[in-house]
């Protein structure tokens, strides 16, 4: 396992936009699946959108749709995601998930311990009213 680094995270007022980065630490093999989680104060971990690097499918939860996106520099083993019209209850850690097999991008971010092996550390988003 190759640890991940998140970058990008910070201070927003609603409204506003913030595109983080995720990319492994050092070299390692294709990372064929991807994923962003968050998690709030006091409040699970849940999916965000998550990719598979080598076919390009990609899938955001519905409840973010629209505002979030999801996207890869595939020589880079990196991948972004872009957020728009921040609002408050998107504060919180987002983290980075990466997996060398592939997946199915939606059942991914429902059944994380199935197919991520390599986590990073996170990175905060505070979105202020």
């Known amino acids: 396992q190759v640890p991940l680094v998140e970058s990008g995270g910070g201070s927003v007022q609603a409204g506003g936009s913030l595109r983080l980065s995720c990319a492994p630490s050092a070299y390692t093999p294709r990372l064929q699946c991807m994923g962003w989680f968050r998690q709030a104060p006091g409040k699970e971990r849940e999916g965000v959108a998550s990719?598979?690097?080598?076919?390009?499918?990609?899938h955001v939860v519905d409840s973010l749709e629209g505002r979030f996106s999801i996207s890869q520099d595939y020589a880079k083993n990196t991948v972004f995601l872009q957020m728009d019209s921040l609002k408050p209850e998107d504060t919180g850690m987002y983290y980075c998930?990466?997996?060398?097999?592939?997946?199915?991008?939606?059942?991914?971010?429902?059944?994380?311990?199935?197919?991520?092996?390599?986590w990073g550390h996170g990175t905060q988003v505070t979105v202020s009213s």
């Open positions: 998930a990466a997996a060398r097999g592939s997946c199915p991008p939606g059942a991914a971010l429902e059944t994380p311990s199935i197919y991520f092996t390599d």
């Open positions: 990719i598979y690097t080598r076919g390009g499918n990609t």
